[in-house]
């Protein structure tokens, strides 16, 4: 047995979000409310607000400040809380970027090109595309491995890039002939994996839609709530008498994924609930469900964005705890690699 086939990582949870626009709710459901989920399940966990990422594309610098805060206040607001789990934003622990250079000469060109996200956000119009897009998934490998990650929950549509950060860490640890990095899992579950927008079933909600009436963000109040998913397009025919009835109904099985989640029950117990039923009973019992469990944490959000302050403080003690842990991990990285340090510290 090699020495690396013996090293045993102690579990520990990493995730973050870009600071692009209003959180969505499929942000919410995919990813924060299982993020306060593992805060309680004992496992360190560790969230960060992705700044370096969302500077992929264009941010206005005052629009960026302000998304920022705004993350960590949602973050804070949905169950987070910055004594049990570690939050900060990435820039502010430095070992993202050095890493994230590491691992851009890791990475093959080829590997890059085939993510989905890049086909998707670039486009067309690949040439005009920043090269920090194209890197970005180096970047994330980076942001996980650098805390020795083993588990990072998202939504379906980051799949991809943390089996590229398995990827990564194979062949890094089979380069220098270490076992150094983990062979993280992600973890998708629940209802929510994958919420689509509420006008095309065959769209991701993203909060970088054009349309706003195609998401539900965390800021809308009751009234738009209600407006937008009496809005959200179906199809004609009642719910159906079992899960199975949903599958060729995309926008239909949106609807009742969403309304599953958010009231912590299976799909089966949700269709149970309202089989036979019509959109005009199900859109309004969606609505009010929403409505209830989102309106605390907006108002949580304005009350704690009244503190800008505050929140900076708070993102500043996460990173300094956030680059205790990195530090050590990066120094051995730049040492494999054979980077020299003889700086005086
Ligand atoms: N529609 C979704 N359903 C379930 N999970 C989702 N996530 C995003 N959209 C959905 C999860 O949210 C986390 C953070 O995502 P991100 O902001 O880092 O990037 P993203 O996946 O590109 O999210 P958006 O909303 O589409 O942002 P923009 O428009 O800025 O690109 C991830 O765990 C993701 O899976």
Known sequence: MTEAARTTFTPRVFSGIQPTNHLQLGN???AVKRFVEMQNSGIETIYCIVDLHAMTTWQDPADLRTATRELAASYIAAGLDPKRSILFNQSQVPGHAELGWIFNCVARMGWMNRMTQWKDKAGKDAEKASLGLL???SLMAADILLY????VPVGEDQKQHVELTRDIAAKFNHDYGVDFFPMT?????GAATRVMSLRDGSRKMSKSDPSDASRINLTDDADTIAQKFRKART???PLPESVGGLKDRPEARNL???YAALADVTVEAVVAQFAGKGFGTFKPALADLAVARIAP???EMQRLMAD????DRLLGDGAERANAIAAPILARTKEIVGLVASRRR
């Open 308 to 311: 800008p302050a505050e929140i």
């Open 235 to 237: 199809d004609a025919e």
């Open 135 to 137: 890197a970005y998934p």
């Open 256 to 258: 009742v994924n969403i």
């Open 148 to 151: 020795h990650a083993t588990r």
């Open 185 to 189: 899992e992600p973890v998708i579950d």
């Open 297 to 299: 944490i907006a108002s």
């Open 28 to 30: 919410y459901l995919g």
